[in-house]
């Protein structure tokens, strides 16, 4: 059975930092694509990152509106993923979600795409 737990999330003042971890059960995190999406109240869920991986070549992806301020990553020893986040901002607030699909696949950042999802972690941000 396929679990995946998101922790971490909190309240932070604008330009803080926080880091989401994401524990993979059941699957081999290091084959399957991983995305963070976040969803905040009356929103949609959003693409935030993703990292995949083609054969030896590891793909980094961000949304623009987080680009250059968080930071994907993975422990495939561990079976973790992370998702660092700097320099936050009110606009960050949302419950973050870690994803997780066996596929490679071109529209990662559309969720319908990942197979397995946690339960999500509250971030908070406030100016």
């Known amino acids: 059975q396929v679990q995946l737990v998101e922790s971490g999330g909190g309240l932070v003042q604008a330009g803080g930092s926080l880091r989401l971890s994401c524990a993979a059960s059941g699957l081999s995190f290091s084959s399957y694509t991983m995305g963070w999406f976040r969803q905040a109240p009356g929103k949609e869920r959003e693409f935030v990152a993703a990292i995949r991986r083609n054969g030896i070549t590891t793909y980094y992806h961000y949304a623009d509106s987080v680009k250059g301020r968080f930071t994907i990553s993975r422990d495939n020893a561990k079976n973790m993923g992370y998702l660092q986040m700097n320099s936050l901002k009110p606009e960050d607030t949302a419950v973050y979600y870690c994803?997780?699909?066996?596929?490679?696949?071109?529209?990662?950042?559309?969720?319908?795409?990942?197979?397995?999802w946690g339960q999500g972690t509250q971030v908070t941000v406030s100016s």
């Open positions: 994803a997780a699909s066996p596929a490679y696949f071109n529209n990662y950042y559309s969720a319908p795409g990942y197979n397995y």
